[in-house]
Structure formats: C-alpha cells, structure tokens
C-alpha cells in the first residue's frame, strides 16, 4: 500500500539521483552536483532501511523476547522514517536556496487571487468529504441499509457459532 505512492513521488528524485550518481558524463559545468543530491541518497538509504526493518521484524526475531521493550524493529523502523524524512527536508531546503535566483527570474509572484483561489478549492474538497461521510451517519444510526454494509445481520457476522440471542442453543427436546 505504500510503495507505490512512494515510488511515483520519488520518480523525479529516482531520475535525479540517477543522473549524479550513475552517469557522471551528465555533469557540465552548468550542471555540477551539489549537496541535496547527497540528501536525497540518505533519504533513499534510510527509506530502504525502513522497508526493510518492517517487512524484516528484526532483530527479535534472531532473539525472541529480548528485544520487547528497546529496540524493536517497529521502535527502529519509526527512527529510520525520522531520519529519512530530515535528511529528505535538508535536501529541499538545499535545493531551494541553491536555485532561488533562477525560481524568483522565470516563475509568477504570488498574489492574493491565485492564492486565495488555491486555498478556497481545498476548503471546498475538504467540505465535499466532510458532507459526503456526514450524510451517511444518520442512516448508520437509525440502522437503515447502506449498500454494501453489514445492517441488518445479527451481530455483523461475528455471531460464534452455537450460541443464539446470547447464550446457548438450546435443543428440541
């Protein structure tokens, strides 16, 4: 569920990484390699690690028991998504200082309309989901069917099987 959102962010990182570091004929003098292309490698460093402290489950799983309360791997895995995203931040910032000149030369100034225009589109969407999932409250809790929902079943399928209303079933006898 998270690698392809991950992947498809990073595709400009992926290329960018890729230029420096794998083809270094890319390299001119109007395109030297500076320093958040280092940020972006520990970045992808610490992403892999990340992937694989949470798939790995190490280390308790070399020692069970001992690793319960330090150093667990989900403990090691959300130090590593720290460090990853701080390395991430520093190479934005870098990447934002380094190329200011030419981003305040060829982009619009911000004004107040497209701005304004922006953050009122966002408030619309967030009011359309907030509408969209209050509408449906009123039918959850009068216990009207909602397509696809489980109203309407006795405990929604999580009844144990040999007990009625509750208790025991009880037998003709």
């Given at each position: 569920?998270?690698v392809?959102?991950f992947?498809?962010?990073n595709?400009?990182?992926?290329?960018?990484?890729?230029?420096?570091c794998?083809?270094?004929?890319?390299?001119?003098?109007?395109?030297?390699?500076?320093?958040?292309v280092?940020?972006?490698?520990?970045?992808?460093?610490?992403?892999?690690?990340?992937?694989?402290?949470?798939?790995?489950?190490?280390p308790?799983r070399?020692?069970?028991?001992?690793?319960?309360?330090?150093?667990?791997?989900?403990?090691?895995?959300?130090?590593?998504?720290v460090?990853?995203?701080?390395?991430?931040?520093?190479?934005?910032?870098c990447?934002?200082?380094?190329?200011?000149?030419?981003l305040?030369?060829?982009?619009?100034?911000?004004?107040?309309?497209?701005?304004?225009?922006?953050?009122?589109?966002?408030?619309?969407?967030?009011a359309?989901?907030?509408?969209?999932?209050?509408?449906?409250?009123?039918c959850?809790?009068?216990?009207?069917?909602?397509?696809?929902?489980?109203?309407?079943?006795?405990?929604?399928?999580?009844?144990?099987?040999?007990?009625?209303?509750?208790?025991?079933?009880?037998?003709r006898?």
């Amino acid at each position: 569920a998270f690698v392809y959102p991950f992947l498809y962010d990073n595709i400009p990182l992926f290329c960018r990484v890729r230029g420096v570091c794998v083809c270094p004929r890319l390299l001119t003098p109007s395109r030297p390699p500076h320093d958040a292309v280092a940020g972006y490698c520990y970045h992808l460093l610490f992403a892999l690690l990340t992937a694989f402290l949470f798939t790995s489950h190490l280390p308790e799983r070399l020692a069970p028991g001992r690793f319960d309360y330090i150093g667990h791997s989900h403990q090691l895995f959300h130090v590593c998504a720290v460090l990853g995203t701080h390395f991430q931040l520093e190479a934005v910032l870098c990447d934002a200082r380094s190329r200011r000149g030419w981003l305040r030369g060829h982009l619009p100034v911000p004004g107040l309309p497209g701005t304004f225009g922006t953050a009122g589109l966002a408030l619309l969407g967030n009011a359309a989901i907030i509408g969209a999932f209050t509408a449906a409250l009123p039918c959850a809790s009068c216990g009207c069917p909602i397509p696809g929902g489980v109203q309407g079943q006795v405990g929604g399928g999580l009844e144990q099987p040999g007990l009625v209303g509750g208790g025991p079933a009880q037998g003709r006898g």
